[in-house]
């Protein structure tokens, strides 16, 4: 895809691991009428520390062409609500101000990929297309529906710019836990935890200009759920979220692992919602996080492991098993505990509503709805006492974790995420976790109490800070 015009002589060499890099379909071996290069931006957000961006530049300056950039505003995703279109669509106006700065043409094109990229490419005399990667379901159907439709002259690669590890290198296979993922990930990251080069202005002009954006009409006319409202602590954005990674270095890194499990300390990066969106690069904020490795060398150590093991871990999930939200994608062990159990009496049963409204008997597990409701973010260690409360005092497993993903996906800014599913999965079904001693309703899957969060935190000090209106 590279190799078809003679190099520019202008054409900047960085080092672009091309393991990053996959080719969707080959395309023909010259086409020498392109007019443009073309990134078709999904899941990463944003303009610099995108490794799908820098790999779209640089065959646009190979072949001495104009970049186009285009977002395809999906009507629906998953349970999305205006709460997460509208910190979207406020990140996407950043990246299109950057992108004309630069002397690149971004376009936001309304509906399926399938539906409007095909006619883009004719239209504008696309010579190569370029996406980033996503493991989940929607994602990979949008891909493969814009494979089948695609001019078959236009080659069409894909580049991992969500993971440090490119997905399908870390791992060819479903890994059983953190630890068989572990030493994989670290053995690679010399190789790919690499500075970035900067996305420079481009040489060559968009041959006409991208038409303007009518952001505001473009907000007030989705059709999305409304009665999720924004969230005030959470500005979108890179710019935002960059400043948001400043200050868990700067107030919050040194606690990171003394006080991580505590709700009631800040001791959080808090960049979950910036990352799932792609506004900012775990990669960036690992590269930023380490250069005070001398200083917090074990807050740095469990930030990695976090952001990194445990982010790519769920990733790997997601990629290798298509059941990845249901209770079909668990271990044998797993699902035969929690078929055993099936029938236990539970002692407190709840429908949806109940859950969604935080009005069951136990005032922790409200707060963390609450808190959820109304920040788009529960503290990371309630929910995990969050979800495996919903498996006791729902009626099956299965419910259990159609009502947690559900919630989730609605309410979390950084839901609809790998992360997400495999965090649902892990509490209510043991993914990545091993067997625990037998007991009622959870069988071998691991069990979180009152009490056990009693001993962690002051329980009392979160319910009073999400107490009910
Ligand atoms: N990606 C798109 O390409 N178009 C969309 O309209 C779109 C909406 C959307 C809404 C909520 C949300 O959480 C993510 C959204 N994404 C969209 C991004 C993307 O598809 C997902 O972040 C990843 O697939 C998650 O892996």
């Not at 007019?35 to 610099?48: A, K």
């Not at 797993?334 to 236990?344: F, I, N, S, V």
Request: a positive charge; charged letters at 25%; glycine letters at 6%.
């Amino acid at each position: 895809m590279e190799a078809r015009r003679r190099a520019a002589p202008s054409v900047r060499e960085f080092k672009f691991n091309k393991k990053r890099v996959r080719l969707i379909s080959q395309g023909s071996d010259l086409k020498d009428d392109a007019r443009c290069i073309l990134y078709w931006m999904s899941r990463d957000q944003r303009l610099q520390d995108n490794w799908a961006f820098l790999y779209a530049q640089r065959l646009a300056l190979k072949q001495e062409l104009p970049l186009h950039v285009c977002f395809c505003l999906v009507p629906k995703f998953l349970e999305a609500t205006i709460r997460h279109y509208g910190f979207m669509l406020r990140g996407l106006q950043e990246v299109a101000e950057e992108c004309t700065d630069l002397n690149i043409a971004f376009h936001l094109l309304r509906g399926y990929a399938k539906d409007v990229l095909p006619t883009f490419v004719l239209e504008h005399g696309v010579g190569g297309l370029v996406t980033d990667f996503s493991p989940l379901r929607l994602p990979r159907q949008w891909v493969q529906d814009v494979r089948e439709r695609l001019p078959e002259d236009v080659p069409f690669a894909q580049v991992d710019a969500h993971n440090i590890v490119p997905c399908w290198v870390a791992s060819t296979k479903q890994e059983y836990r953190a630890r068989t993922i572990r030493g994989k990930i670290h053995a690679q990251l010399p190789e790919f935890l690499t500075e970035f080069p900067p996305v420079i202005r481009h040489p060559y002009p968009p041959s006409c200009p991208a038409e303007p954006i009518a952001w505001k009409a473009c907000y007030s006319s989705l059709e999305v759920d409304r009665t999720v409202k924004e969230v005030e602590w959470a500005t979108p954005g890179t710019a935002a979220g960059l400043a948001v990674l400043q200050s868990f270095i700067t107030e919050r890194l040194k606690s990171f692992v003394s006080h991580r499990n505590d709700p009631n300390k800040a001791a959080l990066s808090n960049l979950s919602p910036w990352f799932h969106f792609g506004q900012v690069s775990t990669q960036r904020a690992i590269l930023e996080v380490q250069k005070h490795r001398c200083k917090y060398k074990e807050s740095v150590d469990a930030f990695v492991e976090e952001a990194v093991v445990r982010r790519e871990l769920a990733e790997n999930f997601c990629y290798y098993n298509e059941n990845y939200d249901s209770v079909q994608g668990a271990y044998g062990w797993a699902q035969t505990t929690l078929k055993l159990h099936a029938k236990d009496k539970r002692p407190f049963l709840y429908k949806l509503q109940e859950l969604e409204q935080g009005t069951t008997h136990d005032p922790l597990w409200n707060a963390a709805q609450l808190q959820m409701v109304r920040e788009g973010k529960m503290h990371g260690f309630l929910r995990m006492y969050w979800a495996k409360k919903i498996l006791e005092w729902t009626r099956a497993p299965e419910e259990a974790l159609q009502f947690a993903i559900y919630l989730n996906d609605r309410y979390e800014l950084d839901g609809r995420d790998p992360n997400g599913y495999v965090g649902c999965l892990w509490s209510i079904c043991g993914m990545h976790d091993h067997g625990w001693k037998e007991r009622a309703v959870f069988g071998k899957i691991r069990y979180m109490n009152y009490a056990g969060c009693k001993r962690k935190f002051d329980v009392g000090q979160f319910e009073r800070r999400y107490a009910p209106c």
